[in-house]
């Protein structure tokens, strides 16, 4: 048995869970989740838990049992704490900045690039050289964090570009003389 999908995923008080055939929706005070499942796994809701069980040890069986035990467990996290990816901008001259619900990134192009902000993402710019997007949808949140890294990764040499943070980045030495 997979260990990940044996878990069972506890209900924090102030979450509902609601269930309809391969249909689960989440709502907690962060928001609301909903997740159309593959229905060869059976979820069951029962005293303030949520438990996954697939049908046999088939190797996709395997597969979506924990997978679709995970995509569960990130929605009851993502409707009670929220997911949170930090971005940081290092260049000269780089910088991002806030216009309505556009994200605005100067990254050394000849133009600024704006991006529209994905409805359920909360966008700060706490200093000009980092960014803060918070969600309760944790794939939502990573894609557009990743979209924004996307503009100008981090390159080897400076290591200019927009990175996550912690990210390391490894530099390279260059011509010699």
Do not use: C
């Amino acid at each position: 048995m997979s260990r990940i999908g044996k878990k069972a995923i506890s209900i924090p008080t102030g979450v509902t869970v609601t269930l309809d055939g391969n249909l689960i929706q989440v709502k907690g005070p962060k928001g609301q989740l909903e997740l159309r499942f593959n229905p060869i796994v059976t979820v069951t809701v029962e005293d303030n838990e949520i438990k996954v069980a697939r049908p046999s040890d088939d190797k996709f069986h395997r597969s979506i049992h924990g997978t679709t035990r995970s995509l569960i467990e990130n929605m009851v996290i993502g409707v009670t704490e929220e997911f949170t990816k930090v971005l940081e901008i290092h260049g000269v001259g780089f910088r991002a900045q806030l216009k309505g619900n556009t994200l605005a990134v100067n990254a050394g192009y000849s133009h600024i690039v704006e991006m529209p902000i994905p409805e359920g993402i909360k966008v700060e710019v706490p200093t000009p050289t980092e960014i803060k997007l918070t969600g309760s949808d944790k794939q939502l949140v990573g894609q557009f964090a990743a979209e924004i890294r996307g503009i100008r990764k981090p390159e080897p040499y400076k290591g200019k570009g927009i990175r996550y943070r912690g990210e390391y980045v490894r530099r390279k030495e260059g011509k010699k003389a």
